[in-house]
């Protein structure tokens, strides 16, 4: 299967993938990435924070983008080539997350996708922003 070719593509398009954030995405996160911060894995340590709560890793939501651009917008084959980010609130463990990717720009001659990007809770709570940068598949479906 082939995603979506920069001719298949408009400026407006979007796709969406939601998740609700358990313990085990957010251990087994962290042992895969070695990122244990306390604030991610301790409960105890979580209660002395300004969260008060065990919290997601910024980095795994971003991962959701990803899931997004490689499995619908545009698809798979897509390159992912950038992506800038700004963590906006916590996410929780036993959140909702939405991540959200929209064309704001097409280049047809460096075949090049910009998106928006975002992710936000079930409460509506914007949790993440930011925008990617993107190469769609070349080749067009047959």
């Known amino acids: 299967m082939i995603g979506k070719s920069i001719n298949e593509l408009e400026i407006g398009n979007w796709a969406e993938f939601t998740k609700t954030i358990s313990e085990s995405d957010v251990y087994t996160f962290a042992g895969i990435t070695g990122d244990l911060n306390p ?3 301790d409960k105890e340590y979580a209660k002395q924070t300004i969260f008060k709560e065990r919290i997601a890793h910024g980095i795994l939501l971003a991962g959701f983008i990803s899931t997004v651009i490689g499995t619908k917008l545009p698809g798979p084959g897509t390159i992912y080539m950038g992506q800038d980010l700004k963590f906006l609130a916590p996410v929780l ?22 998106l928006k990007t975002t992710c936000t809770k ?3 709570t914007m949790v993440l922003t ?9 080749m067009e479906k047959t």
């Open 122 to 124: 079930q409460d509506g």
């Open 39 to 41: 604030a991610h894995i």
């Open 93 to 114: 463990f036993g959140d909702t997350v939405k991540a959200r990717v929209e064309i704001i720009e097409i280049d047809k001659v460096k075949n090049r996708i910009s």
């Open 130 to 138: 930011g925008t990617a940068l993107v190469l769609p598949p070349r």
